[in-house]
């Protein structure tokens, strides 16, 4: 994972904690809220961000397969694509 997208979804954990936090301490759930849906965000930009280095890892580790699996996803969306 890049170092500056690592950072930066920390830093977002960080201040959703703290809204979430401030939320339950001045009673505002408005606050909380928004301090969950940014810890939630954090959470899916740093799984989102390790599956692209799985997917690019296993890509230069084997390319043949990853061709193999890019076409049979190409023809099965040309395949939705056409019943429309």
Known sequence: MVESENFEAKLEDGIGRV????G???GDPELQLKGKARIVCAKSRRCCAEVGDTVRDLTVDQPLLALAVASVIGFL????????
Do not use: N
């Open 77 to 84: 969306a040309a395949l939705l694509w056409s019943r429309r």
């Open 19 to 22: 809204q979430d936090g401030l």
């Open 24 to 26: 339950g301490l001045f």
